[in-house]
């Protein structure tokens, strides 16, 4: 019989020690809703930023993999703005606001997906507040996983928007993703140690 173990922290793992989490980074990676609509706000600064949000999340004590997940799909809600059929940067700017339809659109994936749903709801709030440009004042007060995924953000950004032009090849973007997801599993390991109790299944 395998025995399922209870940590402090929430994190659940099998027998042997190996982190169980509901849904992966590759799992998110490869739907179809993440491929279209991270393809066009910018694939390679998704990834940056949710490997920023990894080492900011262990930095700041913050779960790393709601941290890793929120700054993956950050930009999830992005719409294309063109004007005479070019993007139109400054017209994004001023009327863009696709972090609430990103907090949306990343909370019915995750959920579809078969995230806890307090932990899709926590991931999807950091990318509801991963930036001010939205919102009418900028003296929101953010909880410390959203303060980390906004830093991951502000740290891959680029004059113009050109961090969202950046190119990654495919290959390398799911090779990108699976090393984020070990290491990910790697640090929840860690504290598997502490205070646990286990269940029969």
Known sequence: MNSVTIHK??????EGGQPMRDVTLLDIYEHHIAQKYL??????????????????????????????????????????????????????????????????????????????????KATS?????????????????????????KWADEKDEEEGGKHHYRKIDPDRAKQSIIGLDKMIDEELSKGADSEETSLPI
């Open 39 to 120: 393809k066009r706000s910018g694939m390679a600064h998704a990834i940056a930023v949710a490997y920023h949000a990894f080492q900011l999340a262990k930095e700041h004590k913050v779960d790393v993999d709601m941290a890793a997940k929120a700054g993956f799909l950050h930009d999830i809600g992005h719409f294309t703005w063109y004007r005479n059929g070019k993007w139109d940067y400054e017209l994004y700017r001023k009327n863009d606001i696709h972090p609430i339809k990103g907090a949306e659109r990343a909370h019915k994936l995750l959920i579809r997906l078969g995230e806890n749903p307090i932990q899709a």
């Open 125 to 149: 709030l950091a990318i509801l507040f991963h930036t001010d440009s939205f919102l009418p004042s900028n003296d929101i007060v953010r909880t410390p996983l959203q303060k980390v995924v």
């Open 9 to 14: 922290n929430k994190q659940i793992t099998i």
